[in-house]
């Protein structure tokens, strides 16, 4: 491929931001819009030596179970980094609710617990926050459909599921957040900033942010008043504007065509899906996901050339817009508050910390991008720190299980 289709010029990143910025604000105001803006019922609160916590992290193929204390004045995650479990299993045809809770539970229920615990669970699909802290799956995203719980609590069902199976020492209660605000809480647990912002880029991606429950218009009364609420875009639903007639061939052979048309474009679980749809008639590894694409470009030597050069273009375009998408939401949160100045973004997901051997790693290519583009915007003066939090998911359920 001679000309790069893939490139996007400043003004249409521009204009792209804008899209965005435009889709979270309406999300804001009305229900069940392309980027949904859904609140989340918990305020997270400073932990004490006291607070422990069971959490469970459920993502795009990957199970994690811990256990997180917070004596001594920081968390410390058992065992570092979890329990890991490949759940792969959940995209196969036939995977029930009940397949679901045995895999969720085996590995709970060897906890040694003392004492009750709450339960935070990271669910990274998305889920309409119920008041009561649980979630009700919307849909299922990344290749998984359980038709059976599609509308029904998260939570509660599985709570009753594992203190039926352990009936002396009970789990408290459960919480249920998005891997975004699970981010979101973890970064705000640090250093005080103007705002924050939870970003995921691994196997699929969606951002979160902290927005004044004043500035949401479709909350109820009886929440105005709640104050910095914890909003889970689900920014991978994004329909931007400039993608190419590859993203369509893309989004027509997937299984949910016409719905995560952003995440279609940037996400690990398509990037591989790309590079395949641009050379139809190659045969390629069935499992060709950003991991294969990032190396790949790291050893351009054994592979071919073209390839190469097109899965550079890929990982490049996946990066600026991120940068784009973190601009649009940045003018959002400026828009409501003119005097934000600096913003911490806690980021997770193997994509956005990737490297490569030859040319700028994945999160630097973010960074710059996403300052260039807030000085196109008039933005020259802001700070963004990007924060790397160790097991951030874990640690931000486990605030979240306890707030």
């Not at 001679?2 to 010029?9: A, C, D, G, R, Y």
């Not at 993608?243 to 279609?264: H, M, P, Y």
Request: proline share 5%; hydrophobic share 40%.
């Amino acid at each position: 491929m001679k000309k790069n289709i893939f490139e996007l010029s400043t003004q249409q990143l521009k204009e792209i931001a804008e899209a965005l910025q435009r889709e979270v604000e309406k999300g804001l105001i009305e229900p069940n819009c392309q980027i949904q803006c859904l609140p989340t019922y918990i305020s997270p609160k400073a932990p004490t030596d006291k607070d422990k916590a069971v959490v469970l992290d459920l993502g795009g193929t990957n199970y994690r179970v811990a256990t997180v204390d917070f004596a001594g004045g920081t968390p410390t995650v058992h065992p570092e980094n979890g329990w890991k479990k490949d759940l792969s299993v959940m995209k196969a045809p036939g995977f029930t609710q009940e397949d679901l809770f045995k895999e969720l539970a085996d590995p709970i229920l060897e906890i040694k617990r003392e004492r009750e615990m709450p339960i935070g669970y990271c669910f990274s699909y998305p889920a309409d926050s119920m008041p009561n802290g649980d979630g009700v799956l919307l849909r299922w995203t990344k290749g998984v459909n359980i038709d059976e719980m599609i509308g029904q609590p998260v939570g509660k069902p599985l709570l009753d599921h594992l203190n039926e199976k352990s009936p002396d020492v009970p789990f408290s209660g459960i919480k249920v957040i998005n891997d975004t605000v699970a981010s979101l809480f973890a970064g705000y647990a640090g250093e005080r900033f103007d705002a924050y912002i939870g970003l995921i880029v691994g196997t699929g991606t969606n951002m979160a942010t902290f927005v004044d429950s004043k500035n949401i218009e479709k909350l109820d009364e009886a929440n105005k008043n709640f104050g910095a609420m914890p909003i889970n875009l689900e920014s991978g639903n994004f329909f931007p504007p400039h993608l190419t007639a590859i993203d369509n061939t893309v989004d027509a052979l997937s299984g949910n065509r016409g719905n995560q048309r952003f995440e279609k474009a940037i996400s690990g679980m398509y990037l591989g899906e790309i590079l395949k749809a641009v050379f139809p008639l190659e045969e390629f590894e069935k499992k060709f996901d950003a991991e294969r694409l990032t190396t790949m470009i790291s050893y351009p030597d054994i592979y071919k050339e073209d390839h190469v050069q097109v899965a550079n273009w890929i990982y490049i375009r996946s990066a600026k817009l991120v940068a784009a998408s973190l601009a649009g939401l940045i003018n959002v949160l400026i828009a409501q508050n003119p005097k934000i100045r600096k913003v911490c973004l806690t980021a997770e997901g193997s994509l956005f910390w990737s490297s490569i051997r030859f040319g700028r790693n994945y999160k630097d290519m973010v960074q710059e991008e996403l300052v260039g583009l807030l000085s196109e915007f008039g933005h020259t003066d802001m700070y963004i720190h990007i924060e790397p939090v160790e097991n951030a998911n874990l640690i931000g359920t486990a605030i979240a299980a306890i707030s």
